[in-house]
C-alpha cells in the first residue's frame, strides 16, 4: 500500500512513463523500491548509539603438581586348556602383587588397590586351507587398579614393572594419570587473578588514549588449559593433561568496561 501512495504522489508525465513501461520490467522496478524501502527500514530500526567501552583479554597462569594417581596393571596368562590358564594366572597375579607391595603399593589410608574379576576366553587357531582347528588356547585376564596419593612412587614403580617380564609374568600397564583434587578452588582464585589482569590491561590502553575505565560491563569466562609445564598447547575445548606429575593451568577471560 505505500508503494502505490507514492505511485500515486509522482506527476502526471511520470505516470504516463509507467505506462508505457512493460510489465516484466515495471514489475522488478516495484520489487526494488519495495527492497529498498524495506533496507532502508531495518537500517534505521538497527541503529544503535555506541557504546563507549574496552574489551580485553585477561590471563593467568600458575604451576601446581597433581596430589592423585591412577594406574591400572593388566595380568595376561595363557595356556591349552582353561584350568592349565587360571593355574599359571594364580602364579602370575602372586607375583605380580609382591612386586607391587615391595614398592610400597598396598591397601592404605593413601591409596587403594583393586583386583578386578578374572576373565576367560577360548581361542581357536584354524588351518587356512582345510578350516581344521589346529590349536586351542585359553586366556585368563586380570586388571590391578590403583589410586594412590604418592604420586611420585606410583610413577616410579610404573618404570620399573617390566622387570616382571623377565620372571615370566605377561603385563600390559597403562600410563598413570595424575590429577589435582583441588582443582575447583584453584579454579575461583585463577579467575579472580584473569580478571585483574583484564583490568591492568584496559587502564593501560585506555591511558594511552586520555581515557579512563570504569565500571565492568561484561564478562566471558573462557576455558581452562591444563598443560604439561610451559607447553604452547590450546584447545578451544579446554584441554586437561594427566601425562605428568607437574602441570601449568591458564584461565583466560574476556572483560567488556566501560570507558569516561
Known amino acids: 500500500m505505500k508503494i502505490i501512495k507514492y505511485l500515486r504522489s509522482l506527476p502526471g508525465d511520470s ?3 509507467i505506462r508505457r513501461t512493460p510489465p516484466l520490467v515495471f514489475a522488478m522496478a516495484v520489487l526494488s523500491l519495495g527492497g529498498f524501502i524495506g533496507a532502508s527500514t ?20 600458575e604451576s601446581f603438581e597433581s596430589d592423585i594417581a591412577k594406574w591400572s596393571v593388566q595380568v595376561k596368562t595363557s595356556g591349552k586348556t582353561q584350568i592349565d590358564s587360571f593355574t599359571k594366572h594364580k602364579q ?17 589410608v593413601k591409596q587403594d588397590v583393586y583386583l578386578g574379576p578374572a576373565s576367560i576366553s577360548e581361542y581357536k587357531t584354524k588351518h587356512p586351507k582345510t578350516n581344521e582347528i589346529i590349536r586351542t588356547e585359553w586366556i585368563t585376564y586380570q586388571n590391578i587398579e590403583i589410586e594412590s596419593r604418592d604420586v611420585y612412587n606410583i610413577q616410579k614403580t610404573h618404570s620399573q614393572i617390566t622387570e616382571l617380564l623377565g620372571k615370566g609374568v605377561r603385563v600390559k600397564p597403562s600410563r598413570p594419570e595424575f590429577t589435582y583434587s583441588k582443582l575447583a578452588d584453584k579454579r575461583v582464585d585463577m579467575l579472580a587473578k584473569a580478571a585483574k589482569d583484564a583490568r ?28 604439561v609445564p610451559n ?30
Open 92 to 108: 602370575s597375579i602372586n607375583k605380580t602383587m609382591e612386586f607391587l607391595n615391595a614398592n610400597g603399593i598396598k591397601d592404605s
Open 231 to 260: 607447553s604452547t598447547s590450546v584447545s578451544s575445548w579446554g584441554s586437561y593433561d594427566t601425562s605428568t606429575i607437574k602441570k601449568d593451568i591458564t584461565a583466560v577471560m574476556g572483560v567488556t568496561f566501560a570507558v569516561k
Open 42 to 61: 531495518v537500517l534505521v530500526r538497527g541503529f544503535r548509539t555506541v557504546e563507549n567501552t574496552i574489551t580485553v583479554t585477561g590471563a593467568s597462569t
Open 200 to 227: 591492568v590491561r584496559a587502564e593501560a590502553i585506555a591511558l594511552q588514549a586520555g581515557s579512563e575505565v570504569g565500571g565492568l560491563k561484561r564478562v566471558n569466562t573462557g576455558v581452562f588449559q591444563i598443560t
Open 15 to 17: 505516470l504516463s512513463i
